[in-house]
Nanobody
């Protein structure tokens, strides 16, 4: 069982930066592809960024050039650096992990709120 705990959310203004962290425990972290998702009020959860076991990255179009996902396997932590924040980035952000042999993300954190004001 993998336990994921996010931190780093909060209030920001347009153009600010925030860095989210997700600490993992209970599994072999470097074997898990990781991802950040977000869910805004009244909207479906969407994938923001993913990072593979070997560091290959994917970003949804709306965050390309502004957000950076990274992982530190020595610290069992995945990060989401968010720059040039916009009000539309306001959402609850979730960290997720999956087995390398599965497509679905089976492990989820509790979420951290990011609110960006204009």
């Amino acid at each position: 069982q993998v336990l994921l705990v996010e931190s780093g959310g909060g209030l920001a203004q347009t153009g600010d930066s925030l860095r989210l962290s997700c600490a993992a425990s209970g599994g072999t972290f470097d074997q898990y592809p990781m991802a950040w998702f977000r869910q805004a009020p009244g909207k479906e959860r969407e994938v923001v960024a993913t990072i593979s076991r070997i560091g290959a990255r994917y970003y949804t179009d709306s965050v390309k050039g502004r957000f950076t996902i990274s992982r530190d396997n020595a610290k069992n932590t995945v990060y989401l650096q968010m720059n040039s924040l916009k009000p539309e980035d306001t959402a609850v952000y979730f960290c997720a992990a999956r087995s390398a042999t599965e497509l679905a993300y089976a492990y989820w954190g509790q979420g951290t709120q990011v609110t960006v004001s204009s």
